[in-house]
């Protein structure tokens, strides 16, 4: 049988106060000029939990897709800022939605979500009729707001999909690639008790060479070129990485998403805050190819080429 995968709802959410570059550089040795040029970011939203963030989020997908919490067969949360160590943040979300169902939390850092579409996809492949996948996060607490260096470029939110099973109709999973190379972890790490230290010209070099070569990988899986997607939904960490990337693809950078300048950078859940974002702006129509793309710390990649059918 021809069983696939499809997104049939999205949702999103937002912490409500807003720290502007001309906040930050009250308290520290920056300015708007710096952060703008440097990074493409010129607010982002901090405050309430991973936990909180991702119900919101939920429960906006839950109601476009019309599916009853109670139908899931698994949550997948993708974080990297869980609320607790111990247990997982996912099975306080599942139970606040009112789902009865498999729930676990996912850490591939910036890439997580592509890594949770990738697993959402599996575990319908393997029986599940929906599954509902977050990205959420509260990089503000693993920030010290007193380092420029990082304080500048993070921030807090969610997005949420419903992912939906197609029997007989197609798969909207077009090709997809994971990778992670663990040798280069130090440069940007977050310990027990400590914050979030990066090095940030290296990350940025890294960034742009494993972006290309993950939508390179998932391209050739499709069997599609650069020619072929209508739109990228890059992670949002900074728009130079996203602008060097798009010119070693040769893709046009008005075919990407970018809402980098109002969230900042919130990991796990920069791509379906922009996902969401372009559909709500009318930048997808049913049938256009997407091509999903993360990189992170650990380093992770991660991509995905969708078909868009909503
Ligand atoms: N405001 C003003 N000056 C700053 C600053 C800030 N917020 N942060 C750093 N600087 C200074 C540095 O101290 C340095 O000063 P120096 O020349 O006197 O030594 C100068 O600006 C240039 O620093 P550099 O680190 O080379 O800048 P950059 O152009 O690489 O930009 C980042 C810095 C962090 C914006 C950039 O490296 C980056 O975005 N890296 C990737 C980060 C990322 O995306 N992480 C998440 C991945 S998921």
Known sequence: MNRGSRIIGYGTALPERVITNHDLAQTLDTSDTWITER??????RIGSTTRALAIEAAQGALDMAGVDAGDLDSVVLATTTPDRVIPATAGSVQTALGASCGA???????????????????????????VLLIGSETLSRFVDWEDRATAVLFGDGAGAVVLSATDGSGNALLGWALDCKGSLEKSLHCDFGGFIYMEGREVFRQAVRIMVDTCERALAAANLTTGDIDLVVPHQANA?????????LRISED????????????SSASIPLALADA????????DDVVLLVGFGAGMTSASAL?????
């Open 104 to 130: 676990f939390d996912l850490n591939a850092a910036c890439s997580g979500f592509v890594y949770g579409l990738n697993v959402a996809h599996g575990l319908i492949l393997a029986g599940a009729e929906h």
């Open 39 to 44: 990074t493409g970011i010129k607010e982002r």
């Open 306 to 310: 969708l078909r868009w059918e909503l």
């Open 255 to 266: 075919r990407t998403v970018q809402v980098l300048g109002w969230t900042g950078n919130t």
């Open 240 to 248: 130079r990485i996203i602008r060097s990337a798009c010119e070693k």
């Open 279 to 286: 559909a709500g702006n009318g930048r997808l129509a049913t």
